[in-house]
T-cell receptor, first 112, second 111 residues
Framework: DTAVSQTPKYLVTQMGNDKSIKCEQN?????MYWYKQDSKKFLKIMFS???????INETVPNRFSPKSPDKAHLNLHINSLELGDSAVYFC???????????FGSGTQLSVL | SQQGEEDPQALSIQEGENATMNCSYK?????LQWYRQNSGRGLVHLIL?????REKHSGRLRVTLDTSKKSSSLLITASRAADTASYFC???????????FGKGTLLTVNP
């Protein structure tokens, strides 16, 4: 069973569109995250939720909106996609904040 | 802002050799973690070392931590072609326990 699963794996879309990436973890973890990895492999945290409460909200355009319907899910919605949004987005979870992270396999977003 | 930095950026060795990667960071830490990322995959956690620990082992992996120098090293002994991957160190920064990653070391193990 996949511990942290995110869909879709690939997302190709036009500028200006709105898209969502879904993430689910079956580990019973309290904390979930979204990270963005750019073309130079630099990983930057975007958001973190603990028990459905937003605890980290980095300097991210407000076109990005996370939604956590329950502890096991953290979705990422992106409005008005721009070329610079092209990257790989990773969902992750941990038992507690600050402990080891379990990552999903990533969603490669390409904005044309 | 970036907290840690790995060195070297890229490392190429022969199978069977040892590989050492270093990580330096800027502020006090709660713990330091090492992750591996194979091409096109998500990151996989390798080792977590706490600020009051100096050394930790896991199989062929050995991690050291020197808080006075704000540095850590990851040693992979008897490397294999399957160890080819990018290796990242990460530290907890701030009171909200944000895990911040460095830019990684790309390790290539040649058969």
């Amino acid at each position: 069973d996949t511990a942290v699963s995110q869909t879709p794996k690939y997302l190709v879309t036009q500028m200006g569109n709105d898209k969502s990436i879904k993430c689910e973890q079956n580990l019973g973890h309290d904390t979930m995250y979204w990270y963005k990895q750019d073309s130079k492999k630099f990983l930057k945290i975007m958001f973190s939720y603990n028990n459905k409460e937003l605890i980290i909200n980095e300097t991210v355009p407000n076109r990005f909106s996370p939604k956590s319907p329950d502890k096991a899910h953290l979705n990422l919605h992106i409005n008005s996609l721009e070329l610079g949004d092209s990257a790989v987005y990773f969902c992750a979870s941990s038992q507690q904040t600050g402990e080891k992270l379990f990552f999903g396999s990533g969603t490669q977003l390409s904005v044309l | 802002s970036q907290q840690g930095e790995e060195d070297p950026q890229a490392l190429s060795i022969q199978e069977g050799e040892n590989a050492t990667m270093n990580c330096s960071y800027k502020t006090s830490i709660n713990n330091l973690q090492w992750y591996r990322q194979n091409s096109g995959r998500g990151l996989v956690h390798l080792i977590l070392i706490r600020s009051n620990e100096r050394e930790k082992h896991s199989g062929r992996l050995r991690v050291t931590l020197d808080t006075s120098k704000k540095s850590s090293s990851l040693l992979i002994t008897a490397s294999r072609a399957a160890d080819t991957a990018s290796y990242f160190c990460a530290q907890i920064v701030g009171s909200n326990y944000k895990l911040t990653f460095g830019k990684g070391t790309l390790l290539t193990v040649n058969p």
